[in-house]
């Protein structure tokens, strides 16, 4: 059987004409973008043009956009930023953030250097706004709200809009990690309120080991990483120029068929949460399926039995590639705590299922069948 990839969540594969645009710059076109000589000129040149396309397309200024290592590092020095420079003492976050956020205001809280508040989330997934609204309102010091735009193991998005307007009413700081949904859904920074959002190619079709940090251009911070004066003094080392020429030209490709693309990953997403209601009538589903949730993912739970236990390993033998929760948890599985947070039956296996546009429905087919064999 052929390898069946549904964990496109965790990442995608490279798109050929991706690739085409990042050779020239694995190969002649080599210069250090900071050199002054001709060759230099030339690839700073490619990173400016990429800056312009990806700020032209998220309706952004070009100098509002930062080129990183990917959605880790950028998370990492928006939230450290937020601490440090704009004089936050007090974060907001949930249960359910990703790890790059979870993990940063915790080593914040360790050191004594914040005050951390967890909202509420609602039973389906969703993050209480009335509860934040409610934390806003009962401190005098200045915050920090960080929240995922979509989630990575159970797809739940987040009203960025409101969650930036609440922000705004109580002098707040938000920072959205946008990961799951750069590439994936129309964004117009311009009129969106919010102070940093983040991006990863590597979810859309593009290269590995590169991101994008949005910072409001009424920001001012102080850069994370030092050394040469890279991205503007924001930035230190040397350029990942043919991943950041990758990440404008996967953005690009994105955008031109999100219409085309959503439509079609979306029928893949019903079509598996029907197909698994027919045939194994015990299956449950994490978050708010088809309300206001990624068209890319499902979360499915499968009752706990002595063959469902080794659910993951079973679907690898069978040559399919799913996660149990979110795949940037290397090592032993400790169980996923976005599931934790909002399903607390331990009766349950829980299977991340995500979709791109080269999955079909017949892989769909063959990924039921063995489910049904194992469970």
């Not at 936050?88 to 790890?99: K, R």
Request: proline share 3%; with cysteine; aromatic share 8%.
């Amino acid at each position: 059987m052929k390898r069946i990839y549904f964990d496109n969540a965790a990442t995608t594969s490279l798109d050929p004409l991706v690739l085409d645009a990042m050779m020239p710059y694995l190969t002649e076109k080599f210069g250090n973008p900071s050199s002054i000589y001709s060759y230099g000129r030339e690839t700073k040149m490619a990173i400016e043009q990429a800056r312009k396309s990806v700020a032209k397309i998220l309706n952004a200024h070009p100098a509002e956009m930062f080129f990183t290592s990917g959605g880790t590092e950028s998370s990492n020095t928006a939230i450290n930023a937020a601490v440090r420079d704009l004089g936050c003492n007090h974060i907001i976050t949930s249960a359910i953030e990703h790890h790059a956020t979870l993990h940063s205001v915790e080593n914040l809280d360790n050191q004594n250097l914040v005050k951390v508040s967890y909202v509420k989330v609602l039973p389906n997934g969703h993050i209480d706004l009335e509860d934040l609204e409610k934390l806003l309102a009962s401190t005098e010091d200045k915050t920090l709200v960080t929240l995922l735009h979509a989630n990575n193991e159970i797809g739940n998005i987040l009203d960025i809009h409101a969650v930036g307007n609440l922000c705004k009413l109580y002098n707040a700081i938000f920072h959205c990690d946008t990961v799951q949904t750069v590439g994936h859904f129309p964004f117009d920074l311009r009129n969106t309120p919010v102070h940093f959002i983040t991006g990863a190619a590597h979810k859309f079709h593009g290269p590995k080991g590169v991101g994008i940090l949005y910072i409001n251009e009424n920001v001012r911070i102080k850069p994370y990483i030092l050394g040469g004066g890279q991205e503007r003094n924001m930035r230190a080392g040397t350029e990942n120029l043919y991943g950041i020429v990758g990440f404008a030209k996967a953005l690009e490709k994105a955008t031109e068929a999100f219409e085309e693309d959503s439509a079609y990953i979306g029928s893949l997403k019903m079509y598996m949460h029907d197909a698994l209601k027919k045939h194994i009538p015990s299956v449950g589903f994490n978050g708010d399926v088809f309300g206001k949730s990624l068209y890319t993912l499902l979360s499915v739970s499968f009752p706990k039995s002595e063959k469902s236990e080794m659910l993951l390993f079973n679907l690898d033998i069978h040559n399919i590639c799913a996660s149990g929760g979110s795949a940037c948890t290397s090592g032993a599985d400790q169980g996923s705590h976005v599931i934790r947070a909002i399903n607390i039956n331990p009766n349950q296996i829980t299977v991340r299922f995500s979709f791109c546009k080269h999955n079909t429905t017949e892989e769909i087919d063959a990924v039921v069948a063995v489910l049904q064999e194992i469970i």
